[in-house]
Structure formats: C-alpha cells, structure tokens
C-alpha cells in the first residue's frame, strides 16, 4: 500500500473505537449523547466528519481494486461527498459556523479488512441518519436524512457484493 493510501485512511482506528463504544481519540470530540439527548449540531458534526472519513477511505480504496470494484467506490466517494456538501450547508445554517469535515482519519489495513470497515461504516450511518430522521423537527433536514439513509444502505449492499466478490 503506498504511502498516499496509507495517509488517506489514517484515522479509522478512532472512529471505529467511537462506533463500537470505546473511548476512540479525544481529538474526535467526546462521543455521542445518550439516546435521550438530541444536539443538532452535534448530530450533523458527527455526521461530518464520518462522511469526510467515508470519502477518504473509499476513494482510496478504489485505487486498489479492479476496474469493477473501482467504479462502485468512486460512485460511493461521489455520494460521500455530496452528503458532505448539504451536511456543511446545514451546519452553517443552523450554527453560523463554516468548517468541520478536516479531522485526520486514521488508516486501515488489506483490502478486505478495508472494505468490510467501510461496509460497518455505511452500514452504521444508515441507522444514524434513520434515527435522526425520526429525532429532527427540521422537515427539510428530515428529509434530507431520509434520502442519506436509502444511500448508505445501498452503499452498504455494494460495498457487501464487493466483499463476497473477493473471495
């Protein structure tokens, strides 16, 4: 894996500890509220920063797989960041504040050890958005959830046909 890859997927080992529950890194902010809290903000800079790390990864795995496989992480890249792009807009319009989405993210290792993470990682997102959907009075941004949500699982199930192709 070349140096680029390797930097571009630095950070998953945090996150992937914040997803699970552990104490991931303390540069990634302090982990989600209980369920019984809701923060639109800090919903929508979580959901920033995992669209950011979702870009990063699959497009750096789309480097490292066959044309097939590379066209499907490049679409999956492509949605990242167009779920990115409205999530910032939605940010500044709720908080007034330009930024988030440059936080480092760690990288993975091996190909399949790399696409099931970004699997868990879309598959995770999915029921993020589901739950702030249900969560937001916005109906515009509740709409928009809806919409991410139906993308991440469709990401999930190519990025799971990826994996069963690999073997």
């Not at 529950?21 to 809701?38: C, E, S």
Request: aromatic content about 8%; charged content about 25%; glycine content about 8%.
């Amino acid at each position: 894996m070349d140096e680029t890859i390797r930097e571009s997927l630095a950070g998953f080992d945090a996150v992937w500890q914040r997803v699970t529950g552990g104490a991931g890194d303390p540069a990634l902010g302090p982990p989600p509220r209980p369920a019984d809290t809701y923060s639109l903000e800090d919903t929508l800079l979580g959901f920033i920063h995992d669209e950011t790390c979702s870009a990063v990864w699959a497009a750096a795995l789309a480097r490292l797989l066959p044309t097939d496989g590379r066209a499907v992480l490049q679409h999956i890249a492509a949605g990242a960041r167009r779920h990115l792009r409205r999530l910032r807009a939605e940010h500044f319009i709720v908080t007034g504040v330009t930024g988030g989405g440059n936080e480092d993210c760690r990288s993975i290792t091996g190909k399949l050890a790399s696409l099931r993470a970004l699997y868990l990682q879309a598959d995770k997102m999915a029921g993020a958005y589901e739950r702030a959907c249900e969560q937001t009075p916005d109906p515009d941004l509740r709409e928009a959830f809806a919409a991410f949500a139906a993308d991440e699982r469709r990401f999930a199930q190519q990025i799971r046909a990826l994996l069963i192709e690999s073997f």
